[in-house]
Structures are given as structure tokens and as C-alpha cells.
């Protein structure tokens, strides 16, 4: 197993490199200057402009930037924010948190909607349940989440005004109350997060159940006598969980996409809302950096759901 | 499996006369599909609409008349009006024209690149084999809708400056989203190629001395082209849902082109007292995408046979 | 006086499974007993519902689509047709072992094959968990693994096919059943393995003297493990006798081309006699021909044969046959 995750970990170096020289090119390729506002500010004369571009680097060779490039990433040098000043890696780490908490909160959701859901219309396959999960599954990965999060402002927050639709950083209650106020702000955000990536999950498994229900194995399962739920539980779903966690782990980037979208129609103060007022107001090293954390995130994602793998699959971690 | 499809424009060039068995059994499989049936049926009404609808519902898409904003549905505005009077109906089959043009563009080129690069995969093998797998992967992993931003974020002003504002958002957007959905595509395509270059009427093909390019264009191509077309129809979905995202997000079309999305992102500051001017593009939006979805699986139905039943 | 009721007395079963085309008749109406402590063999081409006809002792096959239509599956005297699934659960591995086919496939790939034989015995028996892995160690040992104690913590795939078989006959004699259902145990491995794995059954029987029941398509397998075969064709019993009068004397053409089928070592050096194939292919069971189904493969064929279905009836002491010719064919 050691020896798994030291591969595992070593393959992860092509993939932050790769990742890396994609958003390197991208803005290596983008027109203009990332300087042009200090080169049409009056204030700023042209002799200062150059030394300061010389002491960023931006006059070397291509390489030579990108490996100063890629370095000043590396270590957490992300420079600052165009229009806070404040220190883009200051910025990134308050609105970390946010962001991994409803991401991982409407993981769990989706979950414990998708499994039982998706493990039952499998073991029924066609009857009426299936049919209706599986409807319903279609009718809620087709739904965008911009348009299900307002349906919910809508119905929730305007007609039964039961959530506040505008998340709040800083609640004024304490104790219970803000514990019971943070619940009520964050079901919204995660519930649309939650239900979309739940309506999509809701089709793997059930596949996944299915084809592993067929396999020989479940038969001697059932030809050893032990009760029906201990083969689902045991031989099936322990076995179909295999491919659910490469699944999920294919789906982060999509999720990702879901959470930038929801942080903004509720104004989560995430990394999701901060992209999106950061290309609003032009601000580029805040726009790189959080890009760049988001494609380390999903790498990150890809490595626990490799790890789980071999800690669900036997035949990996020994080959 | 064999035949045309319009999925592709290399493809359906090359491709030869459809047989009418496999076919024929497809379309008999499809049509079992009772749901994706009916979605063919919204699908063509909504295109139909979009196209031919605003030569019927001649209203202004952009008349501003104050003494009507933010009006419900009525007679003389059938889905009410927004903040400025403009009529809701007109705007939203205009919008429907740019996000089913999108939808089908970008698809062409995810389905374009797919091809492309399974192709040179599945014939070169090897470690030109290894390296476009890789770069396969190194994509899937991409966070799409963060480099969306940026590279739109990045280029669209120099692009809008060469070709105005609407084709250079449309280019911008098409490319980037054709861009970073044809990984699936490349893989269907490469596993096509090695499951199908083993078999008997391929080496028959290569046996009588055909050509390379001819086998991969008559033979092969084709033969991949059922699961690409499935593929093809989930794309257009996505990139439907991927356009609708950036206008919402404010990013997308400039604010004075009235897409889907961009009419959800005006809509959104006046959800409590004009509710109709977000749920009808949102509708919109959705009926497309979930009538979209459910013809591909329709389509999977009727290309794979051995699918769970 | 009521006789004492056999070990396992199938009755007249008809298993059906509805497909897209139509329903089948995988089982139409077959009848089959096996005493305690005997070794049954049941022989046919694939396709024949001999492995039907096993999973449905056990009702191991899918329902839907299949459905048992009639018919008694008497196990000691009692029915297990309207058993509900919990008197199923009892009898299964308690009473009858199942050996399946495909040993590479049979076995849980995220379990160790300790932990395998362990569940059986822990569901049945009530073992603690150490307990169970000690028994599942013990039957290792029984069935010539070597390491037991080591190999119970490993997983199926480092094990061979031949070594998986023997882990998969240790976890169906577990609990010590009465009955093993053996189905095609030995079709998927290689030849000398083959060899090893039936010698390991007949052994088994010997020491825990449990009653088998074999499916098999191989008479060359038959010869050397049964007491009573039954033949089965399309569905049907075609011929049941003891293992030596069905070699001596087939009476059924169906088992006359079997046996002629089998390929023979000691005279093919010699005679340079031709193996024999029987020609044509098994019939549709959607729709199956009237009369005797073997009709159309048969060269003793006459227009009676097509006319009804013949009956499985006694053509002497203990040897059944479903053949209007059966008499003239005895010779």
C-alpha cells in the first residue's frame, strides 16, 4: 500500500506540470499586457514602468518565465490583489474553508440521496421506483443550478421566507442560535449542489449496482444462504463502489463549475464568488491563483479517490 | 453500426450510404424509448420555434417602453415583459437561436477534435498513443469553468475588437467549450479503432490492399460513429448549459444580447416581483437540456444493445 | 408402509424465462432423483437446461424472468417450490453445496478466500469470526491447499484457477451439506487440472459421504464419477439408467452419438476410426418442434417420431428412455 501511494503521488507531479503549462500558456498567450493599466496611468512614468517589469521578469526568455513562473506558484508567491491589495494567498485561505465546506457537504447529501436511491432502483430494475428515479435523476442533472438555486430563492426564500437567500459571513447570534443560523443559510447552496451532483450519482450507481449484481460471484453469494440484504450490501454494492469512486472523482471538475455558480447566486463568500468579482473588476493575479487552486483541488480529489480505489479494489495495491 | 451520420463534419463526408438494417434496428430501439420519443417531439417543436417563431411573433426584441416594465403575462405580451418594457416572448425565441447555435457549434468542434485526436491514437498506437491519452487525461482533470472565465476574461477584448462584439463572444465561446469537451469523444473514437481494427471485414479491407485513410474514412469511422452520435447529443447539452452558465455569471454575450442566460442574470435582482421574467427563460433552458439529454439516451438504447435492461 | 423419501426427488419441473421474443422453455418437464451418499450425473449439450434445472433446486436463477411453471422439487419429502426465500436461505450450503462453473469468476474479488468461506460458516453454523477462519483454514487443508493457515488471508486473484476451484468446492462442502451440486466444475480449466479436481470431488464424497449431484457435458466425466446418469435434450429427460447399462446399452440415438462422441485414446491409434459428431443443432426452445425433439438430428427418424412426443418409459430394469425405437435400437 506505501508503495502505492508513493506512485500515486509521484504521478501527480506530470499532472500539476501539465496543468500548470496550460494556464501558463493561456496567459502567455493572451494580448495585452498585464501591466496596460499602469501604462495608461499618467502618474506612473515609463522609466518605472520598465524597471518594474524587469524586476517581475517580464522581459526574459519564455522558459525562464515560466519555470520563475511556476516556482512563485509553488511556494504560495501569488502576489496581490489588483484591487484589495491585500496578498492573493491572505485572500485564498479566508475563503478556502467556504468553499471545501459546501462542496463537501453537498457531496454527503448527494450520497445519502444517490445510494440508497440508485442501490434499490437496481435491485428493481424496471419496476415503477426505477422508473421514476431514474426520470427524476434525468430531470435533475438537466436542471442548471443557476436556475435551481433561484427556483429555490423563489419558493423558499420570497414565498415561504423560511432561509435567508444572502449567506452571511459574520452572523450576529452565538452559541445554539448561530450553530441553527448557519444550518438555515447554507441548506440553499447545498441543496442545489447537492441535488445536481445527487441526480447524476443517482445513474451511476444504479449502472454500477447493475452490473455487478450479474456477476457470478453475487449467485455464490446467494448460494451460500446468507440473507439478501447481507448480498447487496456485502457482494454487490462493496464491489460496485469501485467504479462510483472513479466516477465521482471524473465528476470533481463539473462540481467545481456547480459550486463557483451556487457561491454566486447566494453569495457564499468562496473562492467560487471570489473568481467571479475578481473577473468582474479585471483582477488578474487573483484570477490565476484561484484557477490554479481549483485545478490543484481537483488533482487533490483525483489522489483520495485513487487511494480509495486501491484501499476498495485488493487486486490494485498488490499489482 | 455502419452508415452516416450528420454528427461529424469529417465523418459524414466520407461516410458511405446508410444500410438500412442497423439502422433501421436503431431507430426500431429508439422508438421503444417512449421518453426520448416524446423529447424528439419538444426538441423539434423548440428548434421549430426558435426558427421560424420570430417570423410569426414579429414583436420587437428590444423596444423599450416604460409604461409596460416588468408586466406578467398577458395577451399582448404572452410571457410578460422585463425591466424595460422589452417583450419577454421575442427575447427568449432570440436567445433560444444563440444557445441551440452554440450548443451545435461547440459540439461540431468537441466531436471535430475527438475525432481527430482518437484517430491519431487509435492508427498511430504507441507512444503517440501514450502521449494523446495523457493529454486526454491532463484535460478531463482541467477545471472547466474556472479556465472558461479566465480565458474568456483573457481574450475576448482582442478578439471582439477583430470581428464585433457578437461573432467574437460566439468564436470565443464555441472554441472553448467545443475546446474542453472532446475527451470523451477521443476516447469512444480511439477504443472504436482497436476493438474494431482486430476485426474480420477490416482485415479482409486491409487483405484487398486498401488504403490506410480509406479504411480509417470507409470502414472504421463509420463504424464508430453510433456511441459518438450519443456523445454528440450529450455535448450539446452541455454546452447549452455551459454558455447559459457564463451569460448568467455576466460573462458571456454582451448584456444587450438577450440569451437565456443573460435574461436569468437580469431576472435574478427582481425574483420577488416579477417571478415570470427568471422562470421562463430558466424553463426554457431546462425543457432544451432534459429533452436533449433524454434522446441520447435513447440513442444509447438503440446503438448498444447490450446495455443493462 | 410409506417408503422413505429420497434425498432430493425433482418432479416433473417446467422452468420458463420470458425474453423479448417470446417465452422459452429452458425446463419442460424433468424429473430427477438422487439417494444419499450416490453420485447422479447429469449429461447434455449446452443449452440442454441441465444447469437450469441446478440453479433451480437451489431457486439460484433470476425470477424474473425465469419462473418455475410446475412441478415438485422434493428435497427429503418436503417441497421447496412454495419454500419463501428465509426456508430457502436455510437449506442453501446448510444442506446443498453449490460448485459453480467459472472459478475464476465465483469468488468475490475484494474479499480473502478466508473470509469467503468464513461467511458461510458464521451465517449457518454461528461461528465467532476466529472460529470461522480456523474451520475455513481446516477445509483449505481438506481440499489439499498447501499453507492454509497463510492462504486464508488472500485474495482470489493470487490464487491459480485450478487452486480457486478447490476453494470454491472447500466453501461449498463448509457446512457439511448432504447434497453437492456440482455444475460443470471442471469446464473451465485446464486438462490435467481437470483431472486433479474431479479426483478431489470423488475424494471428498468418499470421506463425508455426501450425495452429488454433476452437471456435466463431458461422458468421458461421466464414466469415471457416476452411479445413474440422466441425459437431458432440449429440455427433456431423454434417458436415465445406471452408469454401466447406459454405456453398455444406450437406447436413446441421442446418448448412442454422446457416447460415440467421446474421443477414445486406445482405439484412435489403431482403428483410425473417425470421431463421430452429431450433426444439426439443438432446436429452438421458444417454439420446439412437435413429437420428439431430437427428431430432425436423428437418423433413425421415422414420420411416428414427429407425430407425438414419446414418453420416458422403462426399456428395462432401471433404464429409462424417450424413444419410440428404444427396443430395436437396444442391439
Known amino acids: 500500500m506505501t508503495s502505492y501511494l508513493i506512485r500515486r503521488l509521484l504521478l501527480m507531479i506530470p499532472s500539476i506540470l501539465g496543468i500548470s503549462v496550460v494556464l501558463f500558456t493561456v496567459l502567455a498567450m493572451a494580448p495585452g499586457d498585464p501591466f496596460e493599466e499602469l501604462a495608461t496611468n499618467p502618474a506612473v ?4 514602468r ?12 519564455i522558459h525562464i518565465r515560466y519555470v520563475n513562473w511556476l516556482f512563485a506558484m509553488l511556494k504560495g508567491d501569488w502576489g496581490f490583489s489588483f484591487v484589495s491589495r491585500i496578498p492573493v494567498d491572505d485572500l485564498i485561505l479566508q475563503r478556502l474553508p467556504v468553499t471545501i465546506a459546501v462542496i463537501g457537504a453537498s457531496q454527503v447529501l448527494a450520497l445519502l440521496v444517490a445510494l440508497p436511491v ?40 420570497i414565498h415561504l421566507d423560511w432561509f435567508p437567500f444572502v449567506y452571511r459571513t459574520q452572523l450576529d447570534s452565538t452559541g445554539w442560535q448561530w450553530w441553527w443560523d448557519q444550518f438555515r443559510q447554507s441548506i440553499m447552496p447545498v441543496t442545489v449542489l447537492g441535488l445536481f451532483q445527487g441526480a447524476a450519482l443517482v445513474r451511476f450507481v444504479r449502472s454500477a449496482v447493475l452490473d455487478v449484481i450479474r456477476l457470478d460471484h453475487v449467485t455464490t453469494a446467494r448460494a451460500k444462504g446468507i440473507p439478501e440484504r447481507a448480498v447487496i450490501t456485502r457482494h454487490v454494492v462493496r464491489n460496485a463502489m469501485i467504479p462510483v469512486v472513479t466516477l465521482v472523482a471524473l465528476q470533481m471538475p463539473i462540481i467545481f463549475g456547480g459550486a463557483i455558480v451556487t457561491e ?39 489522489l483520495i479517490a485513487d487511494l480509495l480505489y486501491g484501499w476498495l479494489d485488493p487486486r490494485i495495491s498488490y499489482r | 453500426m455502419a452508415g452516416s451520420t450528420p454528427a461529424s463534419a469529417t465523418a459524414s463526408a466520407a461516410a458511405e450510404r446508410p444500410q438500412p438494417g442497423p439502422w433501421g434496428e436503431a431507430w426500431r430501439r429508439f422508438r421503444k424509448h417512449r421518453l426520448a420519443m416524446a423529447s424528439l417531439c419538444v426538441l423539434g417543436v423548440l428548434v421549430l420555434a426558435v426558427l421560424i417563431g420570430p417570423f410569426i411573433w414579429t414583436a420587437p426584441i428590444d423596444e423599450i417602453d416604460f409604461s409596460k416594465r416588468l408586466q406578467g403575462p398577458s395577451w399582448e405580451h404572452p410571457l410578460g415583459t422585463d425591466d424595460l418594457g422589452q417583450d419577454l416572448l421575442a ?65 475576448r477584448d482582442s478578439l471582439v475588437g477583430v470581428v464585433g462584439p457578437e461573432m467574437g463572444v460566439f468564436i470565443l465561446i464555441v472554441l472553448i467549450i467545443g475546446g474542453f469537451r472532446w475527451m470523451p469523444v477521443a476516447r469512444l473514437v480511439r477504443a472504436q ?29 463509420p463504424n464508430s460513429l453510433g456511441p459518438v452520435l450519443v456523445a454528440a447529443t450529450i455535448d450539446i447539452a452541455a454546452a447549452i448549459i455551459a454558455e447559459s452558465t457564463l451569460s448568467f455569471l455576466g460573462l458571456g454575450f454582451p448584456p444587450d444580447i438577450p440569451t437565456w442566460g443573460r435574461l436569468l442574470f437580469d431576472a435574478k435582482d427582481n425574483l420577488d416581483f416579477a417571478p415570470h421574467w427568471a422562470i421562463f427563460p430558466g424553463l426554457a433552458i431546462f425543457l432544451t437540456v432534459l429533452s436533449i439529454n433524454f434522446v441520447g439516451d435513447g440513442l444509447r438504447d438503440a446503438f448498444d444493445p447490450r446495455r443493462v435492461k | 408402509m410409506t417408503p422413505a423419501p429420497r434425498l432430493l426427488e425433482i418432479e416433473n419441473l417446467q422452468v420458463h424465462f420470458s425474453t423479448d421474443d417470446g417465452m422459452v422453455r429452458a425446463v419442460d418437464g424433468v424429473s430427477i432423483g438422487v439417494d444419499a451418499g450416490e453420485t447422479v450425473c447429469v449429461v447434455g449439450e449446452s443449452g440442454c437446461g441441465k444447469t437450469v434445472t441446478a440453479m433451480t433446486v437451489l431457486k439460484l436463477i433470476a425470477m424474473p424472468p425465469g419462473r418455475i411453471a410446475g412441478g415438485r422439487i422434493l428435497w427429503q419429502g418436503r417441497d421447496l417450490v412454495p419454500l419463501p426465500p428465509e426456508g430457502m436461505r436455510a437449506i442453501r450450503s446448510k444442506e446443498i453445496g453449490y460448485i459453480f462453473q467459472e472459478p475464476m469468476t465465483s469468488l468475490n474479488p475484494v474479499y480473502t478466500v478466508g473470509e469467503q468461506i468464513a461467511e458461510t460458516l458464521r451465517h449457518h453454523e454461528g461461528l465467532s469470526r476466529r472460529a470461522a477462519l480456523e474451520r475455513a483454514a481446516e477445509m483449505l487443508r481438506l481440499v489439499h491447499i498447501p499453507n492454509p493457515h497463510k492462504r486464508i488471508h488472500d485474495y482470489p486473484h493470487q490464487f491459480s484457477g485450478g487452486m480457486r476451484q478447490r476453494v470454491v468446492i472447500a466453501m461449498a462442502l463448509a457446512c457439511n451439506p448432504k447434497l453437492v451440486i456440482a455444475d460443470e466444475p471442471t469446464t473451465a480449466l485446464d486438462v490435467t487440472i481437470q483431472a ?79 470421431l463421430e459428431a452429431i450433426p444439426g443443432t439443438v432446436p429452438s426452445l421458444l417454439n420446439p418442434p412437435p413429437g420428439c425433439r431430437f427428431a430432425a438430428r436423428c437418423r433413425h427418424a421415422t414420420p411416428e417420431c414427429t407425430a407425438a412426443e414419446p414418453p420416458l418409459r422403462e426399456v428395462a430394469p432401471g433404464h429409462k428412455a424417450a424413444c419410440i425405437h428404444a427396443e430395436s435400437l437396444a442391439a
Open chain 2, 91 to 155: 427575447r427568449i425565441l432570440y436567445g433560444g437561436r444563440i444557445s441551440l447555435a452554440v450548443g451545435f457549434a461547440a459540439m461540431s468542434v468537441a466531436i471535430l477534435v475527438g475525432v481527430i485526436v482518437g484517430a491519431i491514437a487509435g492508427m498511430a498506437g504507441g507512444r503517440v498513443d501514450a502521449a494523446l491519452m495523457w493529454l486526454t487525461d491532463l484535460f478531463l482533470s482541467l477545471p472547466e469553468l474556472p479556465l472558461l472565465l479566465l480565458i474568456i476574461y483573457l481574450f
Open chain 1, 118 to 157: 440508485g442501490i434499490y432502483a437496481a435491485t428493481r430494475p424496471y419496476s415503477i421506483f426505477d422508473q421514476i428515479a431514474n426520470t427524476l435523476a434525468f430531470v435533475g442533472f438537466s436542471l442548471p443550478t443557476f436556475f435551481t438555486g433561484l427556483l429555490l430563492i423563489l419558493l423558499f426564500s
Open chain 2, 193 to 221: 479503432f482497436f476493438s474494431l481494427r482486430e476485426k474480420e471485414f477490416v482485415e479482409a479491407a486491409r487483405a484487398l490492399g486498401a488504403t490506410r485513410t480509406r479504411m480509417v474514412m470507409v470502414h472504421i469511422l
Open chain 1, 50 to 61: 520598465a524597471n518594474l517589469r524587469a524586476s517581475l521578469g517580464l522581459d526574459d526568455p
Open chain 1, 45 to 48: 512614468p515609463p522609466e518605472v
Open chain 1, 264 to 302: 454566486q447566486i447566494f453569495r457564499v463568500p468562496g473562492i467560487g464568488s471570489l473568481l467571479i468579482s475578481a473577473v468582474l473588476s479585471n483582477d488578474t493575479p487573483v484570477i490565476m491563483a484561484v484557477t490554479f487552486v481549483f485545478a490543484c483541488l481537483v488533482i487533490l480529489f483525483n
Open chain 3, 196 to 274: 486433479q479436481i474431479l479426483d478431489l470431488l470423488n475424494e471428498m464424497k468418499e470421506r463425508l459421504g455426501m450425495a452429488v449431484l454433476l452437471i456435466t457435458h463431458a461422458m468421458g466425466v461421466v464414466a469415471e464419477t457416476a452411479q445413474r446418469v440422466v441425459v437431458m435434450y432440449a429440455g427433456k429427460v431423454v434417458e436415465e439408467a445406471p452408469v454401466r447399462s447406459l454405456f453398455a446399452a444406450p437406447r436413446h440415438p441421442y446418448t448412442q452419438g454422446l457416447i460415440r462422441s467421446i474421443p477414445r485414446l486406445d482405439l484412435a491409434a489403431t482403428e483410425h476410426k473417425r
